[in-house]
């Protein structure tokens, strides 16, 4: 067996893992082992950024989606692959960390999470959505996300679209039902302080109860004393670099991501 170079996550936003295990490597980076059953070989994710152990599933450095299917465990391609991962990007001395962070891990559950939210232009509405904020703490060796805060909403009148693009759907649709909060001049979230690395998730929801859904788009934004430098991806076209914009003394994490996807609208009409 040989490895190769993935797909992008533009392509390939979503993998089913089986016979699945958490590894930690000497620097403290997790990664997702396991079978993929999209591709029916071993596979070693990049590292993980979000973990939602009860509902096991995980988001990594590249934006892609990883869905833990039945029980933890390990399969012979697999770890073939890792034992080459391991050598080849020096790693250094490992260990598995699956049953602290799922301590249920030997237990199989249906997951809900494979009935994907796909929207088209002439989907019903209406739109349920959720984005999640996180600023990256660069204390400390590796760097992690913390969470900052979480916002989800219902967007009941079709917002403005870019042709042919899922992700603009939902982009607009946060960006509508965000804009009604602010123009109550009600803080969307006082809570959520302004990082100088920001990161947002935008994931469309089939329900508004569901937990997590399917990443659609993503911002990154770089937040200084005076400016934001910010870039919007998503799984249906390639990043978007947004002109540098000037930052409000009130600005929160929300009100910037209000101001790049503005803008980023603008430059794509």
């Known amino acids: 067996m040989s490895i190769?170079?993935?797909a992008p996550v533009e392509e390939v936003p979503d993998v089913i893992l089986s016979c699945w295990s958490i590894r930690e490597d000497s620097a403290g980076l997790r990664y997702f082992v396991g079978f993929n059953e999209n591709s029916g070989d071993g596979r070693v994710s990049t590292p993980i950024q979000i973990l939602d152990a009860e509902q096991?599933?995980?988001f990594t450095t590249s934006g892609r989606r990883y869905i833990l299917v039945g029980c933890g465990g390990s399969h012979r391609d697999s770890e073939y692959v890792w034992n080459l991962v391991v050598y080849v990007r020096s790693l250094g001395l490992w260990r598995d960390v699956t049953a602290e962070l799922v301590p249920d891990w030997r237990t199989s559950i249906r997951s809900t999470t494979l009935l994907r939210a796909a929207a088209s232009e002439s989907a019903p509405m209406p739109i349920f959505w959720s984005a999640r904020a996180y600023g990256?703490?660069?204390?400390?060796?590796?760097?992690k996300l913390q969470l900052l805060s979480e916002v989800r909403g219902e967007c009941s009148h079709p917002p403005l679209k870019i042709k042919g693009s899922t992700?603009?759907?939902y982009l607009c649709a946060a960006r509508a039902t965000l804009r009604s909060v602010e123009s109550r001049e009600v803080s969307i979230d006082p809570q959520a302080r302004l990082?100088?690395?920001?990161?947002?998730?935008?994931t469309a929801l089939g329900t508004f109860e569901e937990r997590l859904g399917r990443p659609v788009a993503r911002l990154d934004a770089y937040c200084g004393p005076q400016?934001?430098?910010?870039?919007?991806?998503?799984?249906?076209?390639?990043?978007?670099?947004i002109r540098p914009f000037?930052?409000?003394?009130t600005d929160g994490v929300w009100?910037?991501?209000l101001r790049a996807i503005a803008a980023h609208e603008r430059s794509r009409q």
């Open 167 to 169: 992700s603009e759907t």
């Open 255 to 257: 009100e910037v991501f």
């Open 195 to 202: 990082p100088g690395h920001l990161k947002i998730w935008v």
């Open 56 to 58: 096991r599933i995980g």
């Open 227 to 241: 400016w934001v430098n910010a870039t919007v991806r998503s799984t249906d076209w390639s990043g978007h670099k």
């Open 4 to 6: 190769y170079k993935s």
């Open 246 to 249: 000037e930052l409000a003394p």
């Open 136 to 143: 990256l703490a660069t204390e400390g060796a590796p760097a």
